[in-house]
């Protein structure tokens, strides 16, 4: 497609749809196929997509796109029938969870999904305050949209919101490290439950990201989420980790959670769920989900429908089969050696992180001061995008390149994104 083409389709959009509709990249791609890692433009370009982890395993995965067509050529009602499907998919989701987490309730976006458990955190607190952190972002619902500190809500913050540090070892608090590092965010976390206190807000829960993703993706100091979630447990509140980003294998385990060791109270997920059809859910110890739904009538009509559930069983089916959670773990590991030796060789390069197929690449104007270097980040995946690879950035200080490609990524593909990554940089 030539450039006149892209900004018709740039101005129609902006016509129809309105203004201030986001779009990646100065120069938008418009995508016609995808398959596997592969994303086609509709002028022929093949792009290598490092971004997307919805279509977590990979893009029109025939097996998922089977299970939809079936269903739908059979039947999809809204979920006031009997259906054994959610009740499958139900028992297979929760086998993959703690024993302790044995409930779920079926939504459609992330956003409900997290309102949904801040309802369920209320209802079983009798409490309204909540903690998450000071960079992130949890969903457009006016109830989630407190929760985002990078998009002020229409508004303002209620004064039952209370927001602490993210858990950044790279740019610390204070320039402490380890343990002290820990404890010092942990303590933000109970000065937040002493404020509410003092408002007179009995505190509902904490809600966060279990590895801390639209943050930036931290090193998370040792033991900071044992401490963080004990304060917010003696405090009568729940701990809610959202898995919208973490979940699925993503990190080289099945949860996010599972790299603190600390199980939380409820879980939130979305996005990979379906591999790119609109299902979400919210996991939680049954006296939670069992206490609000006694209190009040949850009705979602497309969440758990026939149709959304044999989607995101074949989702699970092809994670297994495929052996995807292994995959991430052996893959990543293979990309995160690639990327630290590129930061052994570039100075932009302050910090590489990440955990299964999951990366932060944390770029620096001087590794010394650590300034951010957003201008940087903006330009690489442009350029990037120009050579063929997909990828975005993120992060507090939007400096932070950010890698989460579907989960049947390859070494070779690897090989792709590191040394187009090389070339990019050094042309730079
Ligand atoms: C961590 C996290 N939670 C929740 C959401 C909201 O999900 P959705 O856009 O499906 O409503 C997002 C979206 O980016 C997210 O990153």
């Not at 067509?69 to 929760?94: F, K, P, V």
């Not at 903690?131 to 985002?148: D, E, R, S, W």
């Amino acid at each position: 497609m030539n450039t006149v083409e892209v900004q018709e389709l740039v101005e129609r959009r902006e016509r129809l749809l309105g203004p201030g509709n986001p779009l990646f990249y100065d120069d938008p791609v418009h995508l016609v196929r995808g398959e596997g890692v592969w994303l086609h433009g509709d002028d022929g370009t093949r792009y290598l997509d490092c971004y997307n982890n919805v279509p977590c395993v990979g893009h029109c995965h025939p097996r998922v796109v089977e299970a939809l067509c079936a269903q739908a050529g059979t039947l999809n009602t809204h979920t006031r029938y009997l259906h054994e499907n959610i009740l499958d998919y139900a028992e297979q989701l929760l086998d993959k969870f703690d024993d302790s987490l044995d409930r779920v309730a079926l939504a459609c976006t992330g956003s409900e999904a997290n309102d949904l458990a801040m309802r369920i955190a209320r209802v079983n607190t009798e409490g309204e305050g909540f903690i998450c952190t000071n960079a992130t972002y949890h969903g457009n619902t006016t109830a989630v949209g407190q929760l985002n500190s990078i998009f002020e809500p229409i508004g303002g913050y209620g004064k039952h919101i209370r927001m602490v540090s993210w858990p950044d070892s790279y740019r610390a608090k204070d320039g402490l490290d380890g343990v002290a590092l820990a404890n010092a965010y942990a303590a933000e976390v109970q000065q937040a439950i002493e404020s509410l206190e003092h408002d007179g807000v009995k505190l509902a829960g904490m809600l966060v990201c279990p590895i801390f993703a639209n943050e930036g993706l931290p090193d998370i100091p040792p033991a900071y989420m044992e401490k963080a979630v004990s304060l917010v447990r003696e405090a009568g509140g729940i701990y809610i980790a959202d898995e919208v980003q973490a979940g699925f294998g993503r990190t080289g385990n099945w949860w996010g959670y599972e790299q603190s060791g600390v199980v939380p109270d409820v879980v939130t997920l979305g996005k990979p769920m379906g591999g790119g059809h609109p299902i979400s859910g919210v996991v939680a110890r049954g006296e939670l989900l069992d206490g609000y739904r006694r209190s009040e009538m949850y009705f979602n009509t497309f969440g758990g429908n026939p149709v959304s559930c044999a989607v995101a069983a074949a989702v699970i089916d092809v994670i297994d089969d495929e052996g995807l959670v292994e995959n991430a773990e052996r893959v990543g590991a293979y990309v995160l050696e690639g990327l630290r030796e590129l930061q052994s060789r570039n100075e932009l390069i302050g910090d590489v992180r990440g955990s299964g197929l999951f990366f932060g690449i944390d770029l620096v104007e001087d590794r010394e001061t650590k300034k951010p270097a957003a201008d940087a980040a903006r330009r690489i995946v442009n350029d990037m995008r120009h050579n063929g690879i997909l990828m975005s950035k993120i992060g507090e200080h939007d400096n932070v390149l950010k890698l989460r490609p579907p989960l049947c990524f390859s070494e070779e593909n690897a090989d792709q994104l590191i040394s187009t990554l090389d070339d990019v940089m050094a042309a730079a």
